[in-house]
């Protein structure tokens, strides 16, 4: 009795085991990352910075990636930044720093994530080689240029 107990115990773990992957369920859906602007095989000297297009984060946006692959960098790195366009208008106008947020590159390929934009706003992504922001230049009397591919991306949820 104990044995057939044991036999019927085993095949209903067999069988349980075979079931459980047949079980269907329904996808997450975890949204997409849907690409904004970018740059590609851009240089930039320095002392001179480079901006997005304006960027609107709509209410199903959650999240921004700004995906840098740098193949040249000064030793110092050059910035990205995230403006609002009042921020953007100020740092044009008055080389005024002032960002939601920002990241340091360097040669190499990188990826950054802010959720800093707010839905109905409108925002800049600024890539910045000058001494206004938190790199400074060393002022070697070279171009310290960098060379980089760089996208933007919303992610919608």
Aim: overall charge negative; hydrophobic content about 35%; proline content about 3%.
């Amino acid at each position: 009795m104990r044995k057939g107990i044991k036999v019927l115990l085993g095949l209903l773990i067999v069988v349980s085991i075979i079931l459980s992957g047949c079980i269907v369920t329904p996808p997450v859906d975890l949204g997409q990352w849907v690409l904004k602007d970018y740059w590609q095989h851009y240089i930039l000297s320095e002392h001179y910075y480079t901006y997005s297009y304006l960027l609107y984060p709509g209410y199903n946006c959650d999240n921004v990636k700004i995906v840098v692959s740098c193949s040249k960098a000064p030793s110092y790195g050059f910035e990205v930044w995230i403006m609002t366009q009042t921020q953007f208008n100020n740092f044009v106008n008055s080389n005024v720093v002032s960002v939601v947020d920002h990241f340091t590159v360097y040669t190499g390929n990188y990826t950054f994530y802010s959720s800093a934009m707010s839905p109905g706003g409108t925002y800049r992504v600024v890539i910045d080689n000058t001494d206004y922001g938190w790199v400074e230049t060393n002022w070697d009397g070279y171009d310290d240029y960098c060379r980089f591919d760089a996208d933007i991306y919303f992610h919608i949820n």
